[in-house]
């Protein structure tokens, strides 16, 4: 997570949803009321196909045949190419840590308001308790509350922003972030081969990778057709691995050809997605995709985010071995530092952000 932006930020009254709920079960501020383009009901959810995002199966990569890897690999190109999002299966994630996680999350939410207001996310900061990404008195509110802390290298931590409560919480954290980094290395191992690259290339670039998490808590809601969970993005991450709490209500929702398709969540599957990073370095072949969460009338919703990404250091651009005449390249060279920051200084809103890196293309004449 990136530093703290040095400008005053006016926020105005940011209502705490869960809080909401219980005050006034069937008001939604007008705050939280989307205008109609933006409504989860003005693109047609309800037509998406059938099939749903790509499997891939980790173990095949690890411990396939000859003929199992090489499919999967295929599976994973893609997965990356045409939906930058998956769901992972047998990604040797232990059941019991994923439980624990999504135990302390849940733990942590329901504490009363003034315990987790000891751990606030200060306006335009990224790390605490509260809303993100707010820079403005009249920006709409996402129906959702949001824990983040940053976790690795330790120089991001604010260690005054590890809860105290519940008891287990900053162990439970620590194991599962170290199994998740894990996760992420031997993902991108398999992104670089399904890409023809050597192994290494990504944990070679990136340094010491920085590694945050996010938890979203998304309360029921009256009126889930005026409101969104959390409002469209891409992340600005390398990878984004997301795990679903078990019984969640369907709640992500990924643009594709125009249509949000909802992410079917699988039982103890982690959905994996390509950000930013990944779309620049790949000149756009493997694509960083817009998302979304939309809530739901009777059913809460839970959801542990990990995002990976390069050391604020280094210098990022199209990998010279993806730019050629047929694919000219779209990116420029930046610091991975500086991007983070403008990622985290700007509203989310679709991809935007990517404009950052975009090099303008000339229109011919
Ligand atoms: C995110 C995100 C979606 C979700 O935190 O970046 O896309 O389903 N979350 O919570
Ligand atoms: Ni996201």
New binding site residues.
Partial sequence: MAPVPTFPVKVGQIDDVQELRKVEPSTIPERFVRDLTERPSSLATALSPPAGIPIINLSKLMKGNHDEFHNEILNLATACEEWGFFQVIDHGIELNLLENIEKVAKDFFMLPLEEKKKYPMLPGTVQGYGQAFVFSENQKLDW?NMFALGVEPHFIRNPKLWPAKPAEFSETLETYSRDVRKLCQCLLKYVAISLGLKAETFEEMFGVAVQAV?M?Y?PPCPRPDLVL??SP?S?GSAL?V?Q?GKGSSV??QILKNNTWVPVQPIPNALVINVGDTIEVLTNGRYKSVE???VTHKEKD?L?I?T?YAPSYEVELGPMPELVNENNPCKYRRYNHGEYSKHYVTNKLQGKKTMEFAKIQTQNST
Avoid: E, K, M, P
């Fill in positions: 959702c996010r979203n998304y969970g959390l993005h992340d984004t997301l679903q709640g992500l998302h979304r969460a919703r959801s985010v995002f």
